[in-house]
């Protein structure tokens, strides 16, 4: 693989066109492919089983013809073939550290360049840089996310406190004294400190010094983050990544989607065909990153998504995904579109006089039947025709497949707590 002296500067990258970006990840790919089968054992034994040569992938098109390689097959790998299951390119001793993810899998800990700068890239990208002073709350124990945040702010020029989770009191201290500029977290947590601090008599806006808290990966966390935004002065951005490969995407300035880093392939393929959907829909994000130490080539996140092929006011010519639309799993097939429960969520919050509404997949003799279930808040004043109507339109306008009824069920028939949409389907 090529040195880090070799790697063409990331500010060079960020402003590739269209074709220079696709020839330029064509080569890291065949690259990557070529020293993977080489050392990585796992991957020679899956292209050998795919009948693919490391020659037959010219570049990003012949990635389909590799089957995806799955969480519950990494696990399967770890447990058959200890202790990296063939996917690390190194061994043990030349890592720095191994954490303990659920599975078990041991997630290497290492030094690839093309995998540390594309996380200071990102940090970069969000709006933190040198003069920043970070609070980290991602656990430093087992799992990556912590010190890999860490690191990448470092390398970024930031000065980070590892706070890890926990001790809010400590953590509301620890902000106002130190006059803490940032905050690394789930959203969920950052409020806590919020709270906290509220709780302790400080007055957010003017006792503290923050001016973005990344508090991205939580899926809803929309409405929050205006919160934030509005309420406390404080800027949001949010980030995707996974213990697996680290972070590949985050939020521009623009906070229309969030940007593939450089050095890491995305494909939005089908989950049942594993070909790329056609443009604009849906399907689940599949990474091949970049990353000589761990080649993790065509591996499926179960996590749902769509490519935003706009160019962005910013200026980078990356492509973006949309949030995240759920998980593989959450989501249902039917008449040949997949309804994510993340595409409901806001067309059912359009209606204030619902309560609860709950999309059901039947299938009454040979043909999908979509029902929403709706429980009112009080029938009184309703015009329940009316409301069939519009219903049926945004939710039939969000998830491009028309309701076949709305029925109207008593308080409590919907479970607290329900899924968005459920799958009652019997072959
Ligand atoms: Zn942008």
Redesign the pocket.
Known sequence: METQESLPAIEALEKMSREERQKYLDGRLRDLVAYAYEKAPATKARFDKAGIAPSAVSGIKDLENLPILRKDELVELYNANPPFGGLVTVPIEDLERVYVSPGPIWDPHHQSETFWRRLVQLVKALGFGKGDIVVNTWAYHLVPAGHMVDEGLRRAGVTVIPMGVGNTELQVQVMHRLKVTGFFGTTGFFMNIINKAEEMGHDVRKDFNLKLACIGGEMGGGPIRKLVEEKYGIATGDAYGTADFGFIAFE???K?GM?ITEDVIVEIVSPETEKPVSPGEVGEIVVTPIDETYPLIRFATGDLAGIIDEP?????TAL?ITRLMGRVGDAVRTRGMFIHPRQLQPAFSQFSEISKCQAVVTRPGHRDDLTLKVELKSEEGVDKEKLIQQLSKTVGDAVRIKVDRVEFVAKGVIPEGHKLIVDERVY
Do not use: I, K
């Open positions: 521009c300035s623009e229309t940007h962005c006011p910013c200026g980078r973006r």
